[in-house]
Structures are given as structure tokens and as C-alpha cells.
């Protein structure tokens, strides 16, 4: 049995999520409060990040490093492509989400709601919320932008710059915090997405002291 040590609404939880849900992998989720630097868990990771993948006797860390080892141990369906230009811009992509829009949009919205509350580490820093607040325009703009130009995200076929993106905005849309109406392409390719089924796992979320919003599990948001 594959075992993911895991937080609900980490977005780097959330895109091994959809990769092992994509790959039809069945997976026992474990929710781990990895603030509390339990010793078994930092045994798993010395990092104390999740996720962390058990398979095989084996605990993977980093959700980049996961995701491409799943896709190199399961290939079908594919979430690569297979040359090397569409591999790079899939990379760059996964990368834009993890790095630029963690930093300059999920940080600033989505720990500041809700992990200061879960980790009691105080009440929300507002110049930090305006400055996510402002930021995710910018980065809905530049989706809209690809994706004028692309069916997905880095290309004709859906990969894993559009789980990586979708996991970062369905953890920001669990707290109503993603302007949906500001681009038409982006809210149809979410829509789109959001639509498979391996994301049901993610619309069955709930995390206490935080009830989502009614369009949340809305698939005609």
C-alpha cells in the first residue's frame, strides 16, 4: 500500500495527490501535523516538510522529485511529454507555481488565513494578505496569457504544470480567495480540472475551523 503523509490543503500535497489519482495509484492519506516536528515523521523526513511518499520501504520527499519519480515508475496515462522542449516548459511551469506563485500568492493568502490559526503562531499579517491579494492578478493574467495560446497550460496535453498550478488555486479557492471572473480561459480550463476525477479526493477536503465555501465542490462554478 502507498502511504502519503500529508496536510489537506498543501498545494504540494495536493499535486502528488492528483498525480497519484491521475495514475489511478491507490494511496492511504495520512494527515501529519509536521509543525510539531513529531520524531517518528522527522525520521521520515529530516526536512519536516510534507508530503512524504512511503512505497516500497522507501519515504520520498519533495513533491517536485515525487511527482517525476511516479511518472517514471507509472507512466500511463502520461503527465510529461516526451521531448525535451515540452518536458522543459512543464518544468519551468511547475517550478513558476512552486517558487513565484508560492512565494508571492499562496504564502502570503493561504498560510496567513489558515496555517497561523493551525499552528497558533498569531493572527493574519494584513500587508501580507494585500500583498497576495495583489499578486494573484498578475499570475491569473499570465495563466490567461498561455492559455490563449494553449489548450493547457504548457502545451496541447494536460501535464503537471496544470496540477501544480490547479493545486496551488484549489487551496486558495477553499478560502474564496481566487477571483474566478476575472479570466474566462482560466475559469474554464479550472472548470475543466477541476472536473476529473482525480479531484474528487481534494472537493472532500475539509479542514476544521475552516468550512469551504458553497462553489467549492461546484463543478458549474
Not at 180 to 196: L, P
Not at 212 to 219: E, M, S, W
Request: aromatic share 12%; net charge neutral; glycine share 2%.
Amino acid at each position: 500500500m502507498i502511504r502519503l503523509y500529508h496536510v489537506p490543503l498543501s498545494p504540494f500535497c495536493r499535486k502528488v495527490r492528483l498525480c497519484l489519482a491521475e495514475k489511478k495509484l491507490e494511496v492511504e492519506l495520512v494527515e501529519e501535523r509536521y509543525w510539531e516536528e513529531d520524531p517518528d515523521f522527522m525520521r521520515r523526513n529530516p526536512a519536516g516538510k510534507v508530503p512524504v511518499l512511503r512505497i516500497d520501504d522507501m519515504h520520498l520527499a519533495e513533491s517536485a522529485a515525487i511527482c517525476e519519480y511516479l511518472e517514471d515508475r507509472y507512466p500511463s496515462p502520461p503527465l510529461m511529454p516526451k521531448d525535451p522542449e515540452g518536458k522543459y516548459e512543464v518544468r519551468r511551469l511547475v517550478c513558476w507555481f512552486d517558487d513565484k506563485f508560492h512565494q508571492e500568492v499562496t504564502s502570503k493568502l493561504l498560510y496567513e488565513r489558515v496555517n497561523r490559526k493551525l499552528m497558533k503562531t498569531g493572527y493574519p499579517v494584513a500587508a501580507n494578505v494585500k500583498a497576495g491579494s495583489k499578486a494573484i492578478k498578475y499570475h491569473l493574467d499570465y495563466m490567461a496569457w498561455l492559455l490563449d495560446r494553449r489548450r493547457w497550460l504548457a502545451g496541447d496535453a494536460m501535464t503537471l504544470a496544470d496540477f501544480a498550478a490547479a493545486a496551488h488555486l484549489s487551496s486558495l479557492d477553499y478560502i474564496s480567495d481566487v477571483d474566478w471572473n476575472r479570466h474566462e480561459v482560466v475559469k474554464d480550463w479550472y472548470a475543466k480540472i477541476k472536473s476529473r476525477p482525480a479531484f474528487r479526493s481534494l472537493l472532500a477536503d475539509q479542514v476544521s475551523g475552516f468550512p469551504p465555501p458553497a462553489h467549492y465542490t461546484d463543478l458549474d462554478f
